[in-house]
């Protein structure tokens, strides 16, 4: 028997099989982890540009009177979406704004 | 990489890197852990991959040593991962006595059946110098067990 053959005949043995399922189950969290980053950097990427719009908007709504012949629930709640509509923002956004 | 390729590449190479990690940590929680850190960096790659056993054992060396800092001096028979007939119990322990860049390639060139051109990529060497250490390592061997 040559050198060879005997080193051929030495198995190298380790059994992983105990760890899959940790392994395995890690892998998912990772990816998991991945999309939620990802699903939130979208959200911040629409969320952010979308209510910056949306405020701008909201500063040049027109307010009409209210019409007289709409009941008196429907009149009230109207008023509170007016007041709602044209109440300043909590902060300044420009130098104009705190002069 | 999908879960179920994921499952499958495992079945079919972790014991495999699991052992030769083993060999480079020469500590078993080491391996293991470099072994997890291996394939949840594989999760997160492409599902083809061109030539897996480069690939996987150059990664796992890569992670092994990583983790390992510096080869600890625990020999291999300490470890449970060299499985010899009684006949190649002397063979064994001559393996421990080699160095390290010589054990290398005869771990992966005859224990993991690379040819001398994969092992010589995994090693990041030329495929002669790759050679030449397997022989080297042949002599080295042939001197330790001479009575």
């Known amino acids: ?99 | 990489m999908e879960a179920t390729e994921l499952g499958a590449l495992y079945d079919a190479w972790a014991s495999r890197l699991l052992a030769y990690m083993m060999t480079i940590t020469r500590d078993r929680s080491k391996a293991e852990d470099a072994l997890h850190n291996l394939f949840v960096k594989l999760a997160g790659g492409k599902a083809e991959l061109r030539d897996p056993a480069v690939y996987l054992f150059t990664a796992a060396r890569n992670e092994a040593i990583r983790l390992s800092r510096r080869r600890l001096e625990k020999p291999l028979a300490d470890l449970d991962v060299l499985a010899a007939p009684s006949e190649s119990a002397g063979l064994r322990d001559a393996l421990d006595r080699l160095p390290s860049d010589q054990l290398d390639v005869v771990v992966l060139h005859v224990f993991e059946g690379l040819t001398f051109r994969e092992t010589a990529e995994v090693l990041g060497i030329p495929q002669d110098t790759a050679a030449s250490r397997y022989r080297y390592a042949l002599e080295k061997l042939r001197e330790l067990l001479e009575p």
């Open chain 1, 1 to 99: 028997m040559t050198l060879e053959d005997r080193l051929r005949s030495i198995r190298l043995e380790a059994d992983a099989g105990p760890l899959k399922a940790s392994v395995l189950r890690a892998c998912r969290e990772r990816k998991l982890w991945r999309w939620t980053w990802v699903a939130a950097a979208v959200v911040m990427a629409v969320a952010i540009p979308v209510n910056l719009a949306v405020d701008r908007v909201s500063r040049v709504i027109v307010v009409r009177a209210l019409p007289s012949e709409l009941p008196v629930d429907v009149q009230e709640a109207l008023r509170v979406r007016r007041i709602l509509a044209t109440t300043r923002p909590m902060f300044p956004r420009t130098v104009e704004e705190i002069r």
